[in-house]
Antibody, heavy 116, light 113 residues
């Protein structure tokens, strides 16, 4: 089955850190750009970061630059998002997304809550 | 900054009737390779987003043919020819032409009257 499964979300205090993971299966993970997209409670979708197939290019939305790091391990079919210096406004469901042209897949999301 | 504007915000529709959602970009979405990277996504209540349309008018695998996309340049439309109960949810356009940042529209909530 083609799927993405996120993990690693939870409750963290402002200024804290979390590392999200996304496990891919059923498709050739190393062939695709991968992304993280988030959705704050009751709000719309916001692109967070992208990473190229070989990890050589990475892009971030301005609000997370310098705090979040996207990475991938193609040998383990896994995508990661290291989140440091977390703020209340980072509270959201974080989705892993991948694909290109005719192929597009999203995970079920993992909730990150930043609160004291 | 680059902006994607969707309308309407809310769209009450009678079952079996058509529905249309507009998406306008602040700049042309034609990329240097000649393609226009405009996607449409559906998010049903409590579910992850699911892509319906890519590059303006190409339906994803498994998407019913009552969904269609059209447009060019800065103006795009998603149409549902006959709304069914399972179409309830929020619809987003997203541009993939101008990369920093990739940008979603604000969403259109489709509900049954």
């Amino acid at each position: 089955e083609v799927q993405l499964v996120e993990s690693g979300g939870g409750l963290v205090q402002p200024g804290g850190s979390l590392r999200l993971s996304c496990a891919a299966s059923g498709f050739t993970f190393s062939n695709y750009w991968m992304s993280w997209v988030r959705q704050a409670p009751g709000k719309g979708l916001e692109w967070v970061a992208n990473i190229k197939q070989d990890g050589s290019e990475k892009y971030y939305v301005d609000s997370v630059k310098g705090r979040f790091t996207i990475s991938r391990d193609n040998a383990k079919n896994s995508l990661f998002l290291q989140m440091n210096s977390l703020r209340a406004e980072d509270t959201a469901v974080y989705y892993c997304r991948g694909g290109h042209d005719a192929f597009d897949i999203w995970g079920q999301g993992t909730m990150v809550t930043v609160s004291s | 900054d680059f902006v994607m504007t969707q309308s309407p915000l809310s769209l009450p529709v009678t079952l079996g009737q058509p529905a249309s959602i507009s998406c306008r970009s602040s700049q042309s979405l034609v990329y240097s390779d000649g393609n226009t990277y405009l996607n449409w996504f559906q998010q049903r209540p409590g579910q992850s987003p699911r892509r319906l349309i890519y590059k303006v008018s190409n339906r994803d695998s498994g998407v019913p043919d009552r969904f269609s996309g059209s447009g060019s340049g800065t103006d795009f439309t998603l149409k549902i020819s006959r709304v069914e109960a399972e179409d309830v949810g929020v619809y987003y356009c997203m541009q993939g032409t101008h990369w920093l940042p990739l940008t979603f529209g604000g969403g259109t909530k489709v509900e049954i009257k």
